[in-house]
C-alpha cells in the first residue's frame, strides 16, 4: 500500500542514483519494475498518466496461449503463453480463474473440425493437459443458449483463463515496492538525457499533479511505453517501428445474454476470430483489429464502425436474443503496440514482442498480458552489459507473491468475497478487511465489487483523479449504466474524506469523469452507427457468389506446418537425449 505522503517520500528519493528506471505503467513495465526489484537492483517506474491507463487496462481480460497463433506459425509465443497461463492460474487464484472456451464448427468452415481438433490438440499438449472436446449440435446448443443452429456442425470446448487486467497491473507493481522498487503515476517522462558520447543516461521527469520535476540518472533506463515507444526512440534517432492497433468491445448485462463460458466463432463479414464471455457479471464482446491513426494522448474510444461489426457478430451468432444498441452498458478501446512489418491485414502482424537497445536506450514492445514476466525476464537478460553485478535472471520465482495472509471471520465475508479480495489484492486484502466500514463488505448491486473495495482505493492505491477508482482501481464504469452515475453519491461519501478533497474538488472530479465515461466508454452518436444487419445481408449474398472459393487453404497448411516443425523439434530432442 501507500502511505498518504508517498509521493512527496518518492520525489525525494529521484537525484540518487538508481539501477533501473522504467518509463510506462502498463503490464510490461510493472513487470519489468517486478522483475528487477526481486533481483536486489534500484528501480523506478514512472507513468505519464495512471497506472494501467493504456492497453493494460482495455484489453480482452484474457490469460490465453493463443490458439490462433498456431494457425500463423507462432509456435514459440504459443508455446511460452500457455505456460505462463498455467503459472498465473496457480499463483493468483481471484485474480487469474480458469474460462471455458466453446469454438463453433459450421458447414463450409475454413479451418474446419480436422484443423481445430488438431490445433486444440497441440494446444492441451503445450500445457500438459486434456482439456478439450467435441460437441455434436445439439449438444453444443445446450452449452451456448440461443446460439443460432444455422449450418452449425458442433464445436469444441476447451480451457483457458481470465482476468481484471488493470488489478494485475496494480498487485505485480504492488508486490514490486513491497520489494524496494518505486512508481509513480501521472509523472511525464519529459526528457532523455545522454552524455558527451550520445548514450542515454536519464530522464528528465515532470510531475503532472504539481509544479515539480527532476533529472533522474540511472544505469538503465527503459522504454515500456508502448504505442508511445516511437516517440521516445525518436529522441535517440530511432526509426518509427511501432504500428498502433485498435481493438474495441462492447459491453452487454449479464442477464441478457447469459453464458457460462466464452463463445468463439468466426465473424460473418471477414471471418476473424470473435469472441463474447462472461466477466466480472457481464458480458463482453470483442474485439475488432484495425489501424488507429488517432492521437495517442487523446483517450481511446470505439467508432460507430466498430459498433456496427461487433452487433454484426452478434446478430449473427445469437438472431434469438434480439440484441440491440440499447443493452449496450459501456464501451471500450485499447490500442496495442504491434511491430508493424507493412501487412495489409493489421490481425497478420506478428504479436511477439521486441526488444532492442538504441544508444543506451532500451525498448520493450508488442506481446501478450500473459507472458509479461517473460518479456522483462528478456530485457535484463539483454542488457547484462549495463548491470554486471545483477544477477542472473530466472524465471523460477512464482509470478505472483504467494498469499500467506488471512482474513478474519466477519460478516458479510463468504468464502467468494474472500477468495476474491485475496487474488486481488494480496498481501493487502487483511487490512482492506479492516478498514471496512459497517456494510462495507456487501456487493456494490449489479456487481461483484464490495464498497470495502473504494474505500481502500481512495485510501492506500494512489489514486489522484476519480476515473483512477471507477475505471482501473475498479471497473465500476464499465459494469453499471452510465458509468455508475447512480451510485456516486455513497461513492462521495466514501471518498471525499478519505481523500480530503472539498466539495468543488468533488464536483469538478465527478464532472470531468462523466464527460469522459461518455465520449470513450459510451456509444457514438446512434445516427453515424451504420446498419449491421445491411451489412449481414451483403455478406451473405457475396458467400453465396463465393461458396466454390476455398478460401481456407492456408490457415491449414499453416497449421500442418506448425505440427510438423513440433515433431522435428521432438525428434532432435529425443536424438539429443539418446
Known amino acids: 500500500?501507500?502511505?498518504?505522503?508517498?509521493?512527496?517520500?518518492?520525489?525525494?528519493?529521484?537525484?540518487?542514483?538508481?539501477?533501473?528506471?522504467?518509463?510506462?505503467?502498463?503490464?510490461?513495465?510493472?513487470?519489468?519494475?517486478?522483475?528487477?526489484?526481486?533481483?536486489?537492483?534500484?528501480?523506478?517506474?514512472?507513468?505519464?498518466?495512471?497506472?494501467?491507463?493504456?492497453?493494460?487496462?482495455?484489453?480482452?481480460?484474457?490469460?490465453?496461449?493463443?490458439?490462433?497463433?498456431?494457425?500463423?506459425?507462432?509456435?514459440?509465443?504459443?508455446?511460452?503463453?500457455?505456460?505462463?497461463?498455467?503459472?498465473?492460474?496457480?499463483?493468483?487464484?481471484?485474480?487469474?480463474?480458469?474460462?471455458?472456451?466453446?469454438?463453433?464448427?459450421?458447414?463450409?468452415?475454413?479451418?474446419?473440425?480436422?484443423?481445430?481438433?488438431?490445433?486444440?490438440?497441440?494446444?492441451?499438449?503445450?500445457?500438459?493437459?486434456?482439456?478439450?472436446?467435441?460437441?455434436?449440435?445439439?449438444?453444443?446448443?445446450?452449452?451456448?443458449?440461443?446460439?443460432?443452429?444455422?449450418?452449425?456442425?458442433?464445436?469444441?470446448?476447451?480451457?483457458?483463463?481470465?482476468?481484471?487486467?488493470?488489478?494485475?497491473?496494480?498487485?505485480?507493481?504492488?508486490?514490486?515496492?513491497?520489494?524496494?522498487?518505486?512508481?509513480?503515476?501521472?509523472?511525464?517522462?519529459?526528457?532523455?538525457?545522454?552524455?558527451?558520447?550520445?548514450?542515454?543516461?536519464?530522464?528528465?521527469?515532470?510531475?503532472?499533479?504539481?509544479?515539480?520535476?527532476?533529472?533522474?540518472?540511472?544505469?538503465l533506463v527503459v522504454n515500456a511505453t508502448g504505442t508511445w515507444a516511437d516517440h521516445l526512440r525518436g529522441q535517440v534517432e530511432g526509426a518509427a517501428r511501432i504500428r498502433p492497433l485498435r481493438g474495441s468491445h462492447l459491453i452487454l448485462p449479464g442477464w441478457r445474454l447469459p453464458l457460462a463460458q466464452a463463445v468463439a466463432f468466426l465473424h460473418p463479414l471477414d471471418r476473424r476470430p470473435v469472441f463474447v464471455y462472461p466477466w466480472e457479471g457481464v458480458v463482453l464482446v470483442g474485439t475488432t483489429d484495425i489501424d488507429h491513426n488517432a492521437d495517442l494522448d487523446a483517450e481511446p474510444g470505439i467508432s460507430p464502425e466498430e459498433v456496427a461489426y461487433l452487433m454484426a457478430a452478434l446478430a449473427h451468432q445469437f438472431p434469438a436474443q434480439h440484441i440491440t444498441l440499447d443493452d449496450v452498458l459501456a464501451t471500450y478501446a485499447g490500442v496495442r503496440p504491434v511491430i508493424g512489418t507493412g501487412k495489409d491485414d493489421p490481425s497478420k502482424e506478428s504479436r511477439e514482442h521486441a526488444v532492442w537497445e538504441e544508444n543506451g536506450l532500451l525498448t520493450i514492445t508488442g506481446g501478450k498480458l500473459t507472458t509479461f514476466r517473460l518479456i522483462a525476464l528478456d530485457a535484463l537478460r539483454l542488457m547484462r552489459h549495463r548491470l554486471p553485478d545483477m544477477p542472473e535472471p530466472h524465471d523460477r520465482h512464482p509470478v505472483l507473491n504467494p498469499v500467506e495472509a488471512e482474513l478474519p471471520d466477519v460478516p458479510g465475508l463468504d468464502d467468494e468475497r474472500r477468495r476474491r479480495l485475496l487474488g486481488r489484492y494480496g498481501a493487502a486484502a487483511p487490512a482492506l478487511v479492516a478498514a471496512a466500514a459497517p456494510g462495507e463488505l456487501a456487493y456494490v448491486p449489479g456487481t461483484q465489487t464490495t464498497w470495502a473495495e473504494i474505500r481502500w482505493a481512495a485510501r492506500a492505491e494512489g489514486v489522484a483523479h476519480l476515473e483512477d477508482i471507477m475505471l482501473r482501481r475498479t471497473r465500476l464504469g464499465l459494469l453499471l449504466p452510465g458509468g455508475g452515475v447512480g451510485y456516486l453519491p455513497r461513492v462521495r461519501h466514501i471518498c471525499q474524506p478519505e481523500l480530503g478533497w472539498d466539495d468543488a474538488r468533488w464536483q469538478a472530479e465527478a464532472d470531468a469523469y462523466l464527460d469522459l465515461w461518455q465520449r470513450a466508454y459510451g456509444l457514438p452518436e446512434r445516427a453515424r452507427i451504420p446498419d449491421w444487419h445491411a451489412m449481414l445481408q451483403s455478406a451473405r449474398e457475396r458467400r453465396q457468389q463465393a461458396a466454390s472459393d476455398d478460401g481456407g487453404a492456408s490457415g491449414w497448411w499453416a497449421l500442418v506446418g506448425v505440427l510438423l516443425a513440433l515433431a522435428a523439434l521432438l525428434l532432435r530432442r529425443r536424438r539429443a537425449r539418446g
Not at 190 to 204: K, P, Q, Y
Open 1 to 219: 500500500m501507500w502511505s498518504e505522503n508517498w509521493r512527496d517520500a518518492v520525489w525525494s528519493q529521484l537525484d540518487e542514483p538508481w539501477d533501473v528506471v522504467v518509463i510506462g505503467g502498463g503490464i510490461t513495465g510493472a513487470g519489468l519494475l517486478r522483475e528487477s526489484a526481486r533481483l536486489g537492483l534500484r528501480a523506478l517506474l514512472v507513468e505519464q498518466h495512471d497506472f494501467a491507463w493504456g492497453t493494460s487496462s482495455r484489453s480482452s481480460k484474457l490469460v490465453h496461449g493463443g490458439l490462433r497463433y498456431l494457425a500463423t506459425g507462432q509456435l514459440k509465443l504459443t508455446w511460452h503463453s500457455v505456460r505462463e497461463r498455467e503459472h498465473l492460474l496457480e499463483d493468483g487464484p481471484g485474480l487469474i480463474d480458469p474460462l471455458g472456451f466453446l469454438m463453433a464448427t459450421h458447414e463450409g468452415d475454413h479451418p474446419g473440425r480436422w484443423t481445430y481438433k488438431a490445433g486444440l490438440s497441440l494446444y492441451d499438449l503445450m500445457a500438459l493437459q486434456w482439456t478439450h472436446r467435441y460437441y455434436t449440435a445439439d449438444e453444443f446448443q445446450m452449452l451456448a443458449p440461443g446460439m443460432t443452429s444455422d449450418g452449425l456442425e458442433g464445436g469444441f470446448r476447451y480451457g483457458d483463463a481470465q482476468t481484471d487486467d488493470a488489478r494485475l497491473v496494480l498487485r505485480v507493481i504492488l508486490e514490486a515496492v513491497d520489494d524496494g522498487g518505486a512508481a509513480l503515476n501521472y509523472t511525464r517522462a519529459a526528457a532523455l538525457i545522454r552524455d558527451e558520447g550520445g548514450e542515454v543516461t536519464g530522464v528528465r521527469v515532470e510531475d503532472r499533479l504539481s509544479e515539480r520535476s527532476a533529472e533522474v540518472r540511472a544505469r
